[in-house]
């Protein structure tokens, strides 16, 4: 077919839609429509209608052969595989694989679609077979795992623990690199939906941090560097006093990481003299908050007399002294007598709150720390404010103390290594909030012990992930401050995995094969991949044969 152009006695022109045909041998045309008069660019569009149509027509023919069924969670898969691969963790779990030769599972796989697990829905292992490995990119997770597959897992992490965590510290490190001088511990509490203490040594009833005193529990203590990478971490049983965490604390760090220096950080939680003596002993240096308020009357009066402080500015001062052998740095700052001041006046409205009530009884305030101390009973055998309790703390405002036996470092110095506590307590935050390590389901010590470590495996990548966003954060600040732009808040790990969690894998088959195409990857979700060094993956993934 063809389009004929035709002109009659006029001159006017017009178009015809012929066809040749072939009649006893010989080549004819007819005319099959007549197109009407030529007017300037109507072909034009007479041809785009009929390719419209056409498209449109191919399209629904090809849709017959087309078929979604489901569509597959990818975006963080991808993170996470590159940050596994990088971190040395896929190195560790395939050295496992070797020795236990007789495995009948995937260890990396199943290990990686529990990590994945911690940032895409952090359930139980049981949740996680019922329902969610089935939501997990296929290409990248194997549907076909069990559920003793997982728990078998656990049994393996717990047992080469020490391993792992030896193997983390030295991955694409030298002898010369291990330089890892400063390290900050803490202690949290972590809970089981349960009362029972039976089935090992672990689960105990204790002070719990989350104020869960009917549930039992166990004491993990933490090691990290100071941009918050985890080194390793330590169980102990729910009701062991903090400061008897650090038994051999020093001696393990040395022998697990090779650390020829050591210097520890710690709140002033784990203050007492036996546990700085126990940390001395072990030739180890230390950082660790000064409880002034336990310490002699004639010492009190010294660290709170500003007198002796040298003012670095008007908003912050500093003393330093010695205990013993030891140097003591007593601080004040402006904020901390602020922060101080507004956390007490909280509690007293509360008190007095309580007081005005009509059951202004005693039993409402003899058990709460935080009342009794400012609190005094009169004749009448009530509560009242002891205002005289009240100045005298309000005269401790703002003062902060530390202990150390570094000797090398300036006072500033150690304050600010100190004030670097703050990326331990945030990586608790993670631990528990975002990658939900508690409540812990399991009820042998292994399994527990094998669990921490998986969830441990989940935070090194987002500690690694946290500290690249940081470093281009701060790139970003500084160039912002320098051009005077205000720039948005900061990016976190959290907000761009979120993002990932909405990218889909969705397989589309047509015909004899399956095209698994990715949905649409968000601007936070973009910035995080680029940061690690990583390409937008195209919009077609790739082409299986169908399954």
């Not at 089981?192 to 549930?215: A, Q, V």
């Amino acid at each position: 077919m063809y389009i004929r152009i035709t002109r009659n006695t006029k001159g006017q022109t017009y178009y015809h839609l012929v066809e040749a045909y072939r009649k006893d041998g010989k080549v004819k045309q007819r005319t099959l429509l007549s197109l009407g008069r030529a007017e300037e660019g109507k072909l034009e569009k007479l041809i785009e209608a009929i390719g419209k149509h056409v498209d449109l027509k191919d399209m629904f023919n090809r849709a017959k052969d087309i078929d979604i069924k489901d569509t597959y969670i990818l975006g963080p898969l991808l993170v996470l595989n590159r940050m596994m691969e990088e971190l040395g963790i896929y190195k560790i779990l395939e050295q496992l694989q070797r020795i236990h030769d007789r495995l009948q599972f995937d260890l990396t796989k199943v290990i990686f679609t529990q990590v994945c697990s911690r940032f895409v829905r952090p359930v139980s292992k049981l949740a996680l077979y019922d329902n969610w490995i089935e939501r997990l990119y296929p290409l990248m997770i194997d549907h076909n795992i069990e559920l003793h597959h997982i728990y078998r897992s656990l049994d393996l992490l717990a047992m080469h623990k020490e391993d792992i965590e030896q193997h983390l510290y030295r991955y694409k490190k030298d002898l010369f690199s291990l330089t890892t001088d400063v390290v900050l511990y803490d202690l949290t509490t972590l809970r089981f939906e349960s009362i029972r203490e039976d089935n090992g040594e672990l689960r105990r009833f204790g002070y719990s941090k989350e104020m869960r005193n009917d549930c039992t529990q166990v004491v993990l203590g933490l090691l990290t560097d100071t941009d918050g990478i985890p080194l390793c971490f330590e169980v102990h049983p729910g009701n062991t006093f903090e400061g008897k965490t650090l038994n051999g604390i020093v001696d393990k760090m040395k022998n697990k990481f090779t650390i020829r220096r050591f210097i520890f950080i710690a709140d002033r939680g784990l203050f007492s003299f036996d546990n700085l003596q126990h940390i001395k002993e072990q030739k180890g240096e230390f950082i660790v908050g000064l409880r002034i308020g336990v310490m002699k009357k004639k010492l009190q009066k010294d660290y709170y007399n500003l007198n002796h402080f040298i003012w670095i500015s008007e908003e912050l001062a500093v003393y330093e002294t010695t205990l013993g052998e030891d140097r003591c740095i007593i601080t004040w700052s402006k904020a901390r007598a602020k922060r101080d001041h507004n956390a007490r006046e909280d509690i007293l409205e509360k008190i007095r709150s309580k007081l005005s009530s009509k059951q202004n009884k005693i039993q409402k305030f003899i058990t709460n720390a935080n009342y009794k101390k400012y609190l005094r009973i009169n004749n009448e055998s009530k509560c009242e404010l002891n205002q005289t309790a009240i100045d005298e703390e309000a005269l401790r405002d703002g003062f902060f103390g530390i202990i150390t036996n570094v000797k090398d470092m300036s006072a500033t110095a150690i304050v600010l290594n100190y004030k670097q506590l703050w990326k331990i307590e945030d990586a608790f935050g993670e631990i528990k909030g975002a990658l939900k390590t508690r409540p812990i389901f399991h009820w042998t010590d292994t399994r527990i012990i094998g669990h921490l470590t998986m969830c441990f495996l989940a935070y090194l990548c987002e500690a690694h992930l946290t500290k690249a966003l940081r470093k281009t954060e701060e790139q970003l600040e500084s160039k912002a401050i320098k051009n005077k732009i205000i720039e948005e808040r900061p990016l976190t790990v959290v907000q761009a995995m979120n993002e990932l969690n909405e990218v889909m894998a969705i397989p589309v088959n047509i015909k004899q094969h399956t095209i698994w195409i990715r949905t649409d990857i968000g601007p936070n979700a973009q910035k995080l991949l680029t940061i690690m060094g990583m390409r937008i993956p195209p919009k077609i993934l790739s082409k299986y044969p169908k399954m």
